[in-house]
């Protein structure tokens, strides 16, 4: 399977910047990187993926090492309703997706 | 569009009854999934399907069957729950088969109790 490692936990202060590391050492070059997040009570929600190239949406910035072993999730300002548990998931040739067990973001106010 | 519905919300369910967990996608999703999701856990994949009569087994898939006649619906059934099956219940659809290039939207989920 193809494997991740994330932080357990991280805090953030509101209206901050967040950046979310993970790990993907194994990763094969047709691996997509996709992240989701849950919110409390609710299914996984898409944030971002990406192959190579940094990647921009209105959720977030998804930054991808040159060698593509890590990357990282960037929430440019928290707000309170983003904490929540974010998984970090590479999509391979003919596999379906493996969640680990995420970070678990907190947000102070 | 409604996106991914599952239904119902919450069950409880004795030991040795069966019962059918609803997921119906309105998007012409060709591939759907279940999942899982324990206490302080990731999801863990139960069965999945790249399209209408085709199914696949994922990591959990023991005491669960699926079908898939149509491409909107994707019900999972449990033959005779077990305490062990008590958990909330994922279903997820997307356009594209992995490597996924296209999000994948998930249901509320289903929080099963077997007592």
């Known amino acids: 399977d193809a494997k991740t490692t994330q932080p357990n936990s991280m805090e953030s202060n509101e209206e901050e910047p967040v950046h979310l590391p993970c790990n993907h050492s194994?990763?094969?070059?047709?691996?997509?990187i996709h992240w989701y997040r849950q919110l409390p009570s609710q299914g996984p929600e898409y944030v971002i993926h990406?192959?190579?190239s940094n990647v921009n949406n209105r959720m977030a910035s998804l930054a991808i090492a040159e060698d593509r072993k890590s990357s990282t999730l960037i929430l440019h300002r928290a707000t309170l309703r983003d904490a929540a548990v974010y998984y970090c998931i590479l999509s391979p040739y003919g596999q379906n997706f493996v969640f680990g067990p995420g970070t678990r973001l907190s947000v102070l106010p | 569009n409604a996106g991914v519905t599952q239904t119902p919300k919450f069950q409880v369910l004795k030991t040795g009854q069966s019962m059918t967990l609803q997921c119906a996608q309105d998007?012409?999703?060709?591939?759907m999934s279940w999942y899982r999701q324990d206490p302080g856990m990731g999801l863990r994949l139960i069965h999945y399907s790249v399209g209408a009569g085709i199914t696949d087994q994922g990591e959990v898939p023991n005491g669960y069957n699926v079908s898939r006649s149509t491409t909107e619906d994707f019900p999972l059934r449990l033959l005779s729950a077990a305490p062990s099956q008590t958990s909330v219940y994922f279903c997820a659809s997307s356009y594209g088969r992995p490597p996924m290039n296209t999000e994948a939207f998930f249901g509320q989920g289903t929080r099963l109790t077997v007592v």
């Open positions: 194994t990763i094969s070059g047709t691996d997509y």
């Open positions: 998007m012409n999703h060709e591939y």
């Open positions: 990406g192959l190579t």
